[in-house]
């Protein structure tokens, strides 16, 4: 699948500022020469560039980026185009206040930064919308002009008075009367019962804090918000050629809106990926960034584009490590293993000042075009092309689907129990993920929206799905009694869409198929512990949380190994239907997880990347007929496969044992 039909390859670039050097012409000639001596094809450009298209109100200026755009395409190279909403220029603060953010003090923002205005402000709409128009009525159909890049890195919210209006709206739409919010939101409690629309107030630390109702809406509506601004540039952009297609740089462990509803506004999902490694653990930074990148491609069931990573460090975290030889080329390599068509940076070129004069670049303050990165560089822009064949090669379906949904998240974390504030949703559901990368099987993800379909999975897997909302435990028990096999854990199904306990026993709709009904959740000190103790005798640890449940027919594969519930079930299989239900009462180390998961898969005959058994943090995963063999271990590795490849980068024949060096990547075929 190509979402640029103009030019149809794996794209290597990044983001380039050039109206950062509009009085250095030598550099920005430099720049094209270095581009090819990098292998680079592609860069983003206009993403903060607003001051410099309208320096003041209604006076626009598009020579600069006449000249820049013809420089790049007489130089070979494409564009992703931006529109500028990210950061709004110093005038436009100045002029129109209301353009700026109400904050959750309900304090007006002041100018400064970027990502700080209001989505629902009537004069910010109409200056994006104008400013979009222009721009796509002179380069929509530049040939250089391959895909549109919409604002940058969507955040936040606002609580000023038109946002708050659309509030209202968007709860009468939901609820219809406040007689049905009142008793959606549980508003008897502490006397929180509104008598009119005009009373609710965004949740607040100055007001409202404490209804978790009515916090997950919040973020719902928020989410909204930002889906409707996107719409809105995007219908802009495409009025003036609807075949170029549109996309937003999504985050990773983004918070602030629901990703699988936000990406229904994008022709195409990307997003910035910027792992930390060469700390604590490098193969548990790499199955987390992998399951980013599955994520990313499952929201629209397509291939993504990697929009920013870093050609080294970046400068924003609190240690800034360089990345050691090999992993510039191994973590590009893992974004195409999981279907990225892209390999872009942040940045091309460093700038001279502001908070950014540090992050990595392709080119540094030298401007040499030499070293290291760059060496690093053109060996990923070497790598892409080639692998050009696996750019449109198909992808097999999924035998696996894990459940990860943005409500359940937000309620999850909001709600007052268990390791409070901590109960941390993304990093369990990525230690499932991590078992099942490990063993090189491809997974998709799924939320609970009413057009999530199960049927082709042969596991499904819901860890910590706090939330079932309306009929998806009805979808869940039919996937099974058809055949599936299904697993889910602790504090499942205890709240519904409303963030309201479900009555009658958790989880929710499926006591019956999982042969267990949960009764208390046992929170354990940091410094406490238990264990998963097997019928066959092993035993695997347990830490943070423990839940206690009644049997209801279930077959005990495993039980607790100490406290007063030694010896109660801690994994249960229960036969229902066709299929099968497993249910793991606690948060069970990654060891017991990659066993139990181990297991299921050989039980189901889920097909692997490679068959052959890889040593701890040397990982497989395939795309289009080939298999990306990575080495995460931080040392070099010992490999034995049983079949005979020929490696994509190198054109060498790779079969039976050999050493695979640290921080490598083979792309076998």
Excluded at 510 to 539: C, F, K, W, Y
Excluded at 650 to 668: H, I, N, Q
């Amino acid at each position: 699948m190509t979402f640029t039909p103009r030019f149809p390859r794996f794209l290597h670039g990044g983001d380039y500022n050039p109206d950062q050097w509009l009085d250095r012409p030598d550099i920005l000639d430099r720049d094209i020469e270095l581009m090819h001596k990098a292998h680079v094809n592609c860069v983003s450009i206009g993403i903060f560039s607003w001051a410099k298209l309208e320096p003041q109100d209604g006076v626009y200026d598009f020579d600069w980026l006449d000249g820049v755009i013809d420089r790049l395409w007489k130089g070979g190279i494409h564009i992703i185009l931006a529109t500028p909403s990210g950061a709004r220029p110093a005038w436009m603060a100045q002029k129109y206040p209301e353009v700026l953010r109400v904050d959750e003090h309900f304090n007006r923002n002041h100018f400064g930064n970027r990502h700080n205005h209001c989505p629902s402000s009537p004069v910010y709409r109409e200056k994006v919308r104008a400013m979009n128009t222009r721009l796509a009525e002179r380069y929509a159909h530049h040939p250089a002009v391959i895909l549109w890049h919409l604002s940058n890195e969507y955040s936040g919210d606002c609580r000023c008075e038109h946002c708050q209006k659309k509030w209202h709206a968007w709860l009468k739409n939901r609820y219809g009367t406040l007689d049905n919010l009142n008793r959606s939101w549980w508003t008897s409690f502490w006397a929180g019962t509104y008598s009119d629309w005009s009373q609710i107030e965004p949740p607040s630390p100055r007001g409202q804090s404490a209804n978790t109702s009515m916090l997950v809406d919040w973020r719902r509506f928020s989410t909204q918000q930002c889906k409707d601004f996107i719409l809105w540039e995007k219908a802009a952009v495409k009025a003036a050629n609807p075949e170029l297609l549109c996309t937003a740089n999504l985050m990773e462990r983004f918070w602030d809106y629901d990703y699988f509803s936000l990406s229904e506004a994008l022709d195409v999902v990307s997003w910035d990926a910027y792992p930390q490694w060469h700390g604590e653990d490098d193969i548990a930074r790499a199955a987390e960034f992998a399951m980013n990148h599955e994520m990313m491609r499952s929201f629209k069931d397509q291939p993504f584009l990697l929009m920013e990573s870093s050609p080294s460090l970046v400068n924003w975290k609190r240690v800034n490590k360089l990345k050691r030889p090999g992993m510039h080329l191994l973590s590009s390599m893992q974004s195409l293993a999981h279907g990225s068509q892209s390999v872009l940076y942040f940045q091309w070129r460093k700038g001279r000042g502001g908070v950014e004069m540090f992050h990595g670049a392709v080119v540094d303050h030298d401007g040499l075009g030499e070293g290291r990165v760059f060496e690093d560089v053109t060996q990923v822009g070497t790598a892409l092309e080639k692998l050009a064949p696996l750019y449109d090669a198909p992808r097999d379906k999924a035998k696996v689907c894990i459940i990860y949904d943005w409500s359940s998240w937000w309620a999850v974390e909001s709600s007052q129990s268990g390791q409070l504030g901590h109960m941390q949703y993304f990093d369990t559901v990525n230690m499932h993920y991590r078992a099942l990368w490990q063993q090189g099987v491809s997974v998709d993800f799924r939320d609970m929206r009413d057009c999530t379909d199960l049927s082709g999975y042969d596991l499904v897997a819901a860890p910590l799905l706090f939330m079932f909302r309306d009929g998806f435990a009805e979808k869940l028990r039919a996937y099974v009694e058809n055949g599936g096999r299904l697993l889910t854990t602790y504090f499942s199904g205890v709240v519904d869409d409303t963030d309201l306990a479900w009555l009658g026993g958790a989880p929710h709709g499926l006591i019956d198929v999982l042969g267990v009904r949960a009764t208390e959740l046992d929170a354990l000190h940091p410094q406490d512990s238990n264990a998963l103790v097997m019928q066959d005798g092993r035993s695997f640890p347990i830490h943070e949380l423990c839940e206690l449940n009644e049997n209801h027919g279930a077959q005990t594969l495993g039980t607790y190994g100490s406290d007063f519930y030694q010896g109660m079930p801690c994994l249960t299989r229960n036969a229902y239907g066709r299929g099968e239900a497993y249910y793991l009462a606690a948060k069970v180390d990654q060891s017991g997880l990659d066993a139990i998961y181990e297991e299921i898969i050989s039980a189901l005959n889920i097909p692997r990347a490679l068959p052959d058994k890889l040593p701890e943090g040397v990982v497989a995963t395939g795309r289009g007929g080939a298999v990306f063999l990575q080495n995460y271990s931080g040392r070099d590795q010992t490999v034995t496969l049983a079949g005979s490849y020929t490696d994509m980068l190198t054109d060498r024949e790779v079969s039976g044992t050999f050493t695979f060096p640290a921080c490598s990547v083979m792309v076998l075929k």
